[in-house]
C-alpha cells in the first residue's frame, strides 16, 4: 500500500564502484595506444572486481514509523542512508520514496554564521519551531551560557564548539526543516550516555513522532523502541522487523552490534 508507505527498497543491490568503469575504459585506451605486447592488461582488472557495499536489501516503511538501521562498522548503514539520498545507485533493485528527505550525516559541519543561522540554514524563522527543535536538542543551556546566546557566531574569532554542540546542532538543522523523511545517520556522536537518551527520548520519539524516520544506531535501547529494526552485517541483511521478531529470530543478535 504506497499511500501508507513513505519508504520502499525492493532487493536492492550497491556497490561505492563508480570510478572503476571509467577507469578502466581509460586505461584500456591508453593500453591501446601503446599496443601492449603482452595483451593480457585484462587479468590486472579481475582483481579490481568491486563486491557490493549493499546486497540485495529490502524493506519498507509507513508515514510516521521509526526505522533503526544497526550494524558494526563498515557494514553498510551509511551507504544505506546515500543511496536513499540517490547519492549512490543502486546497480539492481527499486527504491521509492516522495522526495522531500532531510538528511543529517555522520560528521555535522557548521558554515560561517551565527548558531541561529546554522540551523535555521536558509529557512524563515518560526519562533515556536525553532524553540521546541532547540529544547529537543537540548541545546537551551548551552544557549543561555553564551553572551549573544544563538546570535554567537561560529568559525573566525568565534565560539568554538564541542564535538557534541556540533553533533547537536547538526541534528537541530535536519529536524528544524520540513521533510516527509527524515535520515539521521549516528546523530549522537559526542553525546554522553545521559544526553543520548534525553535527545533519543525527547527529539526523536517525542518531538518527530509524526515524522517518518530512519536512524543509524546500534543502541539496544534505540532498537526496542524503534517500529522497525535493519540489522545489517556485511552489506546483507541480517534481520530486519520488530525488536521483538529479532529477539525471537536472531537471539545471537547483540553479538553484531559490539563492533
Ligand atoms: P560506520 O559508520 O563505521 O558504523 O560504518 P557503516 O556501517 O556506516 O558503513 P559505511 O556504509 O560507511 O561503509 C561501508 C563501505 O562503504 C566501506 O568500505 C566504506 O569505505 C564504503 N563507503 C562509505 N561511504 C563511501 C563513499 O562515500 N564513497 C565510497 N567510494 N565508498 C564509501
Redesign the pocket.
Known amino acids: 500500500n504506497l499511500t501508507n508507505t513513505e519508504l520502499e527498497l525492493v532487493n536492492v543491490t550497491a556497490s561505492?564502484d563508480e570510478g572503476i568503469g571509467e577507469l578502466f575504459e581509460k586505461i584500456k585506451q591508453e593500453n591501446k595506444a601503446d599496443d601492449p605486447p603482452n595483451g593480457d592488461t585484462g587479468l590486472f582488472f579481475t582483481n579490481l572486481y568491486v563486491t557490493p557495499?549493499l546486497k540485495n536489501i529490502g524493506l519498507y516503511l509507513e508515514k510516521g514509523k521509526m526505522l533503526a538501521v544497526a550494524?558494526s562498522?563498515?557494514?553498510?548503514?551509511?551507504?544505506l542512508l546515500?543511496m536513499i539520498l540517490g547519492e549512490l545507485v543502486p546497480s539492481e533493485g527499486k527504491i521509492r520514496h516522495s522526495g522531500r528527505i532531510s538528511f543529517s550525516p555522520?560528521t555535522s559541519w557548521i558554515m560561517p554564521g551565527t548558531i541561529r543561522d546554522n540551523i535555521l540554514f536558509g529557512l524563515a524563522y518560526d519562533e515556536y519551531r525553532y524553540t521546541s527543535v532547540i529544547r529537543a536538542c537540548q541545546l537551551e543551556e548551552d544557549l543561555a551560557l553564551l553572551p549573544e546566546k544563538d546570535k554567537a557566531p561560529l568559525k573566525e574569532g568565534g565560539v568554538t564548539l564541542s564535538g557534541g554542540q556540533r553533533a547537536r546542532i547538526g541534528l537541530a538543522r535536519a529536524v528544524y526543516k520540513d521533510a516527509d523523511l527524515y535520515l539521521l545517520d549516528?546523530p549522537f556522536t559526542h553525546l554522553d550516555i545521559v544526553t543520548e537518551k534525553e535527545i533519543f527520548e525527547r527529539c526523536l520519539c517525542k518531538l518527530m513522532s509524526s515524522k517518518t524516520r530512519v536512524v543509524?544506531t546500534s543502541k539496544l535501547d534505540h532498537l526496542k523502541r524503534a517500529d522497525k529494526v535493519l540489522l545489517?552485517h556485511n552489506g546483507m541483511c541480517y534481520f530486519y522487523g520488530s525488536f521483538s521478531d529479532l529477539q525471537a529470530q536472531r537471539p545471537d543478535f547483540s553479538s553484531l552490534l559490539l563492533g
Open positions: 561505492w557495499v550494524g562498522t563498515g557494514s553498510g548503514k551509511s551507504s546515500m555522520q549516528s543509524v545489517l
